[in-house]
Every structure is written in structure tokens, then in C-alpha cells.
């Protein structure tokens, strides 16, 4: 089974305008408004692609009992834990079409404080997945959970068998890379900044992806946006490909749709780590190209085109 796990979920108000003018009104020419979170997209993309998941997270007020309402249209399996005080996050994406170009603003909030028996009840909901499940931790979380957050979730799982995927940035990446996680997915400008360096090829990326997997991480997947992706994998192979041939609508959830990609690709075909890496990069590209993420007809039109 396949569950994700997210802090700090989120409606992602999504707006369109035609030239954003800074200090003015501006008029929507349109709006979105979905259920987001690193983690619940990751499910929304699986469920997309017809793979069972289960999404747990947080929840609190009018606003993660809209989330839920959301994911569970999704025909995903919702398992919040609510949270008795303050609000679940709205997150403001704004997106400016100017001349042969779209400008993006995000604007996140911060979410709320989870009490420490909540973080309880997410350990014991954690306790019974066995070996083989998969476990994803993705996006940030609370100013109020430490950094060790994620780290504390594998050591309490560590020796149990369930393959353990890390979408995030920092210190809760790093953290975690001693438990030796089955996946992460840095992009390459925060790989850079784990480094202290800027990465803009496929080429440059590799030696600093095999540096993460040194440090503990058995596969290691790099989103490079318009510039396609890289995978250094544990059997030894290093797979690069450029993205597929699109035209950019939306970035968010581009990302997290590649990791549901190879998620998929990786429990179809077990071991076939092209076939998942070219799947998770159809997945972003397929997800950026579309108006919300990625349809399973819009991902496999992608997976066609790549080489």
C-alpha cells in the first residue's frame, strides 16, 4: 500500500490575470481552487494514474474540512487528523500571462500549530504499515514541528521494511538520509543550495546527486523544470533526459507529479528504474503543460514522446 503524509496541507486558490499590475486592481480571467500539499498532490497524481493510496495529514477549522471534502472527491482514502484549534492553510498562487510569457507568485501561509499529541496519533496511524508499503514525506511543515520531523518518522520505522520517499528542502532533507530512504527529489536549485553552488544542466547535477546518495539516499531523483531531469539509482545506472516538448501553464505540483510518476512506474514494473524515471518526468512535464495536475491520458501522450 502506498500512503503520503502531509504537515502542512493547504486550498491552493489558484488566479489567472492578464498583465498583473502591481498596486491596482486587477480583474481574475480565471480561478482554481484545489486541495494542495506536496503529499495530497502526490496522491491526487497516483489516484490519476490508477494507483491506490492513502493520503494522511492535518487538519484544522472550515478549511481542512474542505481539503478532506476535496481529496475525497479525488477518490482518494482521506485519513486526517484534526487538529481542535486555528485554521488550515490557503495558499495564494497568482499567475500573470504578460507577452509570450507567464510570471508566477506564490504566496504561502503558515498553517497551524500542531500539538505534540497529534504527532502522537500520526505515529501510532503510522505503526501498522508493513514491509513494502511505500511512505511519502513531502513539503514543509509548521514553524512550530522541529526539523527532525521527518528523520523522527523513519527512525521510528527503520528496520521495518517500508520504502521511504522525501520530497523536501534543507535540513528535513538532510536529516533524513542516514535511515537511507528509498527516495528523494531535490530540484537542482536546491540541491545547489544544499552544496552552495548553482546547477543549471543535467550534467552538472550528477556528481552532486551522488554525493546524496553517498550520505545514504538509495535513489536519487533531480527535477530540472524546462531542462528535463536526472536519475543516479541504486543499481549503479544514471538515466538524464530532457523534458518533453510543451508548453508551460502551470508549475505547481510539477514536481510532486514526478514523484507520483516513478512512484507508479516503480510499483508497475518493480526494479525497472527507466521506466519509472521516464514515467515520473512525463508526469511533471504532463502536469506543467495542464491548467491542474496531470490527467493518466495526459501523462502516457507525454511518456510517448520520450526517447
Not at 2 to 9: D, L, Q, S
Not at 246 to 253: F, M
Amino acid at each position: 500500500m502506498i500512503y503520503t503524509v502531509t504537515f502542512n496541507p493547504s486550498l491552493d486558490y489558484i488566479v489567472t490575470v492578464d498583465n498583473f499590475r502591481e498596486g491596482a486592481t486587477n480583474r481574475t480571467a480565471s480561478e482554481l481552487m484545489l486541495p494542495g500539499g506536496k503529499g495530497i498532490n502526490v496522491s491526487i497524481v497516483l489516484s490519476n494514474l490508477g494507483v491506490k493510496n492513502t493520503a494522511v495529514y492535518f487538519s484544522a477549522g472550515f478549511v481542512g474540512r474542505e481539503i478532506t471534502r476535496r481529496i475525497e472527491e479525488c477518490g482518494i482514502t482521506a485519513e486526517e487528523i484534526i487538529i481542535s484549534e486555528g485554521c488550515s492553510r490557503i495558499n495564494t498562487k497568482l499567475r500573470s500571462i504578460e507577452t509570450n510569457k507567464i510570471k508566477e507568485t506564490e504566496i504561502n501561509a503558515s498553517g497551524p500549530v500542531i500539538p505534540a499529541d497529534k504527532v502522537e496519533e500520526l505515529f501510532t496511524r503510522l505503526d501498522h504499515l508493513q514491509s513494502g508499503d511505500i511512505l511519502v514525506l513531502a513539503g514543509s511543515i509548521p514553524k512550530s514541528m522541529p526539523d527532525t520531523i521527518y528523520s523522527d518518522v523513519m527512525k521510528r520505522l527503520e528496520g521495518r521494511g517500508v520504502n521511504i520517499v522525501v520530497d523536501a528542502t534543507g535540513r528535513l532533507l538532510m536529516n533524513v538520509l542516514e535511515y537511507r530512504p528509498f527516495l528523494i527529489k531535490p530540484n537542482n536549485h536546491e540541491l545547489g543550495e544544499i552544496f552552495g553552488t548553482e546547477l543549471h544542466t543535467r550534467e552538472s547535477v550528477i556528481p552532486y546527486a551522488k554525493k546524496l546518495q553517498e550520505k545514504g539516499a538509495r535513489n536519487v531523483l533531480i527535477s530540472l523544470g524546462g531542462e528535463g531531469g536526472v536519475l543516479v539509482a541504486e543499481d549503479g545506472s544514471v538515466l538524464t533526459s530532457e523534458a518533453p516538448e510543451g508548453e508551460l501553464v502551470n508549475s505547481v505540483g510539477a514536481g510532486d507529479s514526478m514523484v507520483a510518476g516513478f512512484i507508479a512506474g516503480i510499483t508497475e514494473r518493480p526494479r525497472n528504474f527507466s521506466h519509472a524515471f521516464k514515467l515520473g518526468l512525463a508526469s511533471g512535464s504532463a502536469s506543467a503543460c495542464s491548467e491542474y495536475l496531470a490527467t493518466r491520458e495526459e501523462v502516457l501522450r507525454m511518456y510517448q514522446t520520450i526517447c
